[in-house]
């Protein structure tokens, strides 16, 4: 039974070492991890064909394992383990999908007798699994266009995730396709007949934020001439999916944090909280574990968005997709615009392969529009092509530039990338400035500034200032 893979998790070492001499008995292949958090790394990083958990764990405890492994890997049985039987544990587990239930003490007979189980049952849930996937014929895909392993991995985490409602971070560069992967979650769900509603969270105020999300009661302020339903009751049944997530301030955080713990919604001026069933997906191109270091977001809200990951690669790191999506959009370019473009040159094409894409495929899209709307014949040539940073080595222009968008989308991407751009100088200037003011004293510049030392040393990290190297110049 080698080919069987095993992962046993238990804070107990006695019985993890004993759960594996009796699966390696049997020529199992079994992996131990002391604590759910680590079994959830492990679930992450490869498949099981059977899980083994304790319930009764400091920290997180076998449930909420559970639960990830129906999000992660929903066609791997789990059969749960308890020094605590009772009826009320055992229905639990089973209702949260556990194929099976043991009691401390067992013998090796009866657990294997049980793992026996648990393996037939393994095949009736891959059916199952299988049929359910067939059933909602892989809808939203055609809005995706690469064939790299990079891309198989993020599609076979959207059909994994679809048939669930654990919450889903998507994390990726501008431009990567964030808001695809959420409506081919949404497509490919049991909720695909109900709303997708997108917000973007960096076009609005706070104020007017909040409002947006959780809805307002008449005369709740200046201005509120009328009761607004929020977007979380809109999308009740559906998918809301939280664009730039990253934007969101601390205050709204908090309320935000509440709803997804309760699953209630009060509105701005209400008393009482309203129900709500969503699935919810977030995304951002932004380290929210970075900003977590930093004091700029709340640890609790980031873990509770972060059940489910998903990281889109940039267009740079699968460049064998690029003849794909040039294909792509010249085709959808050529019958919009009306124009007869019957190729690429090559030398065009030599240059659109080797390219970075500081903007991915949003960026390769626009530049396809504009190359078939000014080509001059039936072939775009490299003249045709305009790259935003082909003169300055791959970076997106910067305000001084003369360069001035044409869609929405460039606009967009430019505001971002000067924002970043006069943020992080104004933080360089603030972090060197006190450094130099205490004599390079890491500590005391963070108690000076009043930033906790550990977020002065994020800081330091993310922009690449290295207090040893300026105490060698």
């Known amino acids: 039974m080698a080919q069987f893979r095993v992962l046993v998790v238990d804070d107990e070492a006695v019985i993890r070492d004993a759960l594996k001499r009796i699966l390696e008995g049997e020529r199992f292949s079994v992996e131990t991890c002391v604590s759910g958090h680590s079994a959830i790394e492990s679930l992450h990083e ?24 129906k999000a992660l890997q929903p066609e791997a049985p789990v059969i749960m383990i308890t020094g605590y039987a009772s009826v009320d544990t055992a ?3 089973m209702k949260n999908g556990a194929v099976d239930y043991i009691a401390k003490p067992f013998s090796p007979e009866q657990f294997l007798e049980k793992v026996e189980r648990a393996l037939e049952q393994r095949v009736l849930l891959l059916e199952e699994f299988s049929q359910k996937k067939d059933a909602i014929s892989h809808q939203g895909f055609d809005l995706f266009v690469g064939q790299s392993k990079e891309m198989q991995k993020v599609y076979h985490r959207i059909m994994q995730v679809a048939m669930t409602d654990s919450t889903v971070l998507v994390t990726g560069e501008s431009g990567t396709g964030k808001e695809l992967v959420a409506r081919a979650i949404h497509k490919n769900s049991p909720r695909s007949d109900k709303a997708f509603v997108a917000v973007d969270c960096s076009s609005l105020a706070e104020n007017l934020l909040e409002s947006e999300l959780f809805g307002h009661v008449k005369g709740s302020f200046t201005g509120a001439i009328q009761a607004k339903t929020g977007l979380f009751k809109v999308a009740d049944g559906g998918t809301l999916f939280l664009d730039e997530v990253s934007n969101i301030s601390m205050a709204t955080q908090a309320k935000l944090l509440r709803v997804l713990q309760e699953r209630m919604v009060t509105p701005i001026g209400g008393t009482q909280p309203v129900p709500i069933n969503i699935h ?6 932004r380290s929210l574990r970075t900003m977590v270091a930093e004091g700029t977001f709340r640890e609790d809200l980031f873990f509770r968005l972060n059940i489910i990951p998903i990281e ?3 267009l740079r790191e699968r ?7 040039i294909n792509h959009f010249l085709k959808k370019f050529t019958a919009m615009i009306g124009k007869n473009i019957r190729g690429i040159s090559p030398d065009a ?3 659109l392969e080797s390219y970075d894409y500081p903007g991915n495929v949003r960026e390769l899209e626009n530049t396809i529009e504009r190359a078939v709307v000014l080509a001059a014949g039936e072939v775009i040539h490299k003249e045709d092509l305009e790259l935003l940073a082909e003169d300055d080595g791959g970076a997106p222009p910067d305000e001084t530039e003369e360069y001035v968008p044409h869609t929405a989308d460039e606009l967009k991407e430019m505001k971002r990338h000067i924002r970043d751009h006069a943020v992080e100088s104004i933080e360089k200037a603030f972090v060197m400035s006190a450094l130099e003011r205490n004599n390079w004293n890491i500590t005391r510049a963070a108690e000076e500034t009043g930033i906790l030392r550990p977020n002065f040393q994020g800081m330091l990290k993310r922009l690449g200032i290295s207090v040893k190297a300026q105490m060698e110049k």
């Not at 899980?51 to 449930?63: A, R």
């Not at 460049?319 to 999506?325: H, Q, R, S």
């Open 280 to 285: 919810l997906v977030a995304a951002t191109n």
């Open 349 to 351: 094409m030599a240059l």
């Open 312 to 314: 889109l690669p940039p």
């Open 91 to 93: 229905v639990e587990a």
């Open 46 to 69: 490869r498949d099981f064909d059977l899980i083994v958990t304790d319930l009764k764990m400091p920290g997180m405890n076998g449930i909420e394992v559970l639960k990830a492994v």
């Open 319 to 325: 460049k064998g997709d690029i003849p794909l999506l």
